[in-house]
């Protein structure tokens, strides 16, 4: 490649991590990747919906984010549908055999074996089904147009940003076990640095054939087939038949209302909504929007709410299967006790001696390195958009969920899925035929007089960050992109250690240790707690904005 090709692709696709400019026009979009984003926006330029848009940048995204997302990874995906009125969510995770053990083919290696818990286990890929199903029922643009960029990506190749190569040093101990791993993430035998251009030829070559057969190539065709010999060569006894037994399921979203609003998200297996409704209804009767942001009452009773709504949530399962857990959980007269029980365990004395002699001075706990907790190598990719007919798409693309850990068939890369059998999981399932396991996606419209007005999602701890995001606009009154930037915390643990980005104030920081937590800092804009991509519409009319965490761009129609 010539320089001048070179310093072009630099200067055009490199993003570095930090603030980005909104977007506003008549059609919106935000995605994790500037080359996503250039797609995305092409295919509504001529005339594809919101749906073709994603459709088109999640292909694109695999193949040029292979450290965050894989096209046999999974996607999950709201959409509100101008022309009838109406939400739909779409769940496509990858699944377990119900009938095949869990296999581990490299259990041990990189972050897990630090945090003492499992790796991965093979699963089958929910990603192309996903978007297939996606095209299906929304799409206007034939599935092998939007297949193109997808193709020219992997054959020319995109330039390595800072971010991803940090993320690849990270995950190289797993995503290069294997020779089929190494060939995608260390091609000429080592990382591509930073500003290298990488390429995936035969990531190409399979997406060619993608576009010819359509989305069954990966369920039916050749990958597949090449996907289950690669499995029973490893000792997984996956079949053909396997790659189609679950598949993406239709669902209608969950929605409750707060401060009137409508907030639209997802309903259970996936637990979002549950979460969100929880979180936001104890802080309501707890008082929320009469305490200063990011003060020390906010602080300590956010971060118990959080980790409230997540042991609540490890009584949620799939509702095809097990009882209406979300009933349950939703009830404002079970957000009223909640609300109560936090109240009584607010101190009544000063406890910063305690923490002092326990832990350690307050001035200190609140500096440093924590980098949200995550040692493993796993990552994630959110879509936002909005066209000029009306329809609006928050969706998550992502490598996990799907494929053989560490293994790469047809220049695709793989994680495989997090399930477990646990209660305190995110990803807990039972293996049973047709269950699909709880999860964390964060897709969240928010909408008045019976229409969107924001949507929102975000990678890296969604569990815990969207619930956040929501108090900041709908409680404190902050613009979407401003509450974007505040700071973001993890539920309070057991041993009372609150993690948060280490951006509060002095008088927050002694306050909230005077009521006996203390400080666990991260990164003041910590990579792992998130990027949101969120589209919104306000008295200026469409916009959008990245998250400057990650190195995402917005973009619009004019």
């Not at 848009?53 to 709201?78: C, D, K, N, R, Y």
């Not at 978007?131 to 330039?159: K, N, V, Y």
């Not at 992502?398 to 793989?414: D, E, F, L, N």
């Not at 039972?430 to 990678?459: E, H, Q, S």
Request: with cysteine.
């Amino acid at each position: 490649m010539d320089q001048a090709r070179l310093i072009d692709l630099q200067s055009r696709y490199i993003v570095d991590q930090g603030p980005k400019p909104l977007a506003r026009g008549k059609a919106v979009a935000s995605t994790g990747n500037p080359i996503v984003t250039e797609t995305v926006m092409k295919v509504l330029a001529s005339g594809g919906n919101a749906a073709d848009a994603a459709i088109a940048g999640a292909l694109v995204q695999a193949a040029v984010e292979p450290h965050l997302t894989s096209h046999a990874g999974m996607v999950s995906f709201l959409y509100w549908d101008a022309k009838t009125k109406r939400a739909y969510q779409l769940n496509s995770l990858g699944t377990l055999p119900h009938d095949l053990a869990p296999f581990r083919p490299i259990n041990g290696v990189g972050g897990w074996a630090r945090e003492g818990a499992p790796g991965p286990q093979a699963a089958i890929p929910g990603f192309m089904p996903g978007l297939g199903a996606m095209h299906d029922r929304f799409g206007t643009r034939p599935w092998s147009e939007l297949c193109q960029d997808a193709i020219r990506w992997a054959e020319e190749g995109h330039p390595v940003s800072s971010f991803e190569y940090g993320v690849n040093v990270f995950a190289a101990p797993f995503s290069t076990y294997f020779e089929e791993g190494r060939a995608v993430f260390m091609p000429d035998g080592y990382l591509p640095p930073v500003g290298s251009i990488t390429r995936n030829p035969s990531l190409a070559k399979t997406l060619r054939a993608l576009a010819e057969e359509g989305p069954t190539y990966f369920t039916e065709g050749q990958w597949a087939r090449d996907f289950v010999a690669v499995g029973n060569a490893l000792g997984w006894p996956v079949r053909l038949d396997h790659m189609t037994a679950n598949p993406p399921r239709w669902q209608e979203p969950l929605s409750f209302s707060h401060r009137g609003n409508e907030i639209v998200s997802l309903a259970p297996p996936e637990r979002q909504a549950v979460f969100c409704s929880l979180v936001l209804g104890v802080l309501e009767e707890a008082g929320i929007a009469q305490m200063e942001p990011f003060g020390a009452d906010y602080l300590f009773y956010m971060s118990h709410a959080l980790r409230l709504a997540e042991q609540a949530c490890g009584f949620l399962h799939d509702p095809q299967y097990f009882g209406e857990g979300a009933t349950a959980i939703m009830d404002p007269a079970y957000h009223r006790s909640l609300a109560q029980l936090i109240k009584a365990s607010r101190p009544k004395v000063d406890l910063t001696d305690h923490v002092r002699l326990t832990t350690g001075a307050a001035a200190f706990a609140a500096s440093g390195w924590n980098s949200a907790k995550s040692k493993a190598p796993v990552g994630s990719c959110e879509i936002s958009i909005v066209d000029a007919e009306g329809n609006w798409l928050q969706m998550m693309n992502t490598v996990q969920s799907g494929g053989i850990p560490g293994m790469a068939v047809g220049g695709v890369a793989m994680m495989g899925s997090h399930e477990q059998t646990s209660m305190n999981a995110h990803f807990s399932n039972w293996r049973t035929p047709g269950a699909r396991m709880r999860n964390i996606l964060g897709n969240t419209f928010v909408m008045k007089d019976g229409a969107p007005w924001l949507a929102l999602g975000t990678p890296g701890n969604v569990y815990a960050t969207v619930a956040q995001m929501l108090v900041n606009i709908l409680d404190f009154g902050m613009t979407p992109d401003a509450a974007s930037d505040a700071p973001r915390m993890l539920p309070l643990e057991d041993n009372y250690a609150l993690t948060i980005e280490s951006r509060l104030a002095p008088e927050a920081v002694l306050g909230v240790t005077a009521l006996g937590l203390h400080l666990t800092p991260m990164p003041a804009w910590d990579w792992n707690m998130g990027s949101f991509q969120m589209c919104w519409r306000s008295d200026a009319g469409l916009m959008a904005s990245a998250d400057f965490r990650r190195t995402g761009t917005a973009a619009s129609l004019i």
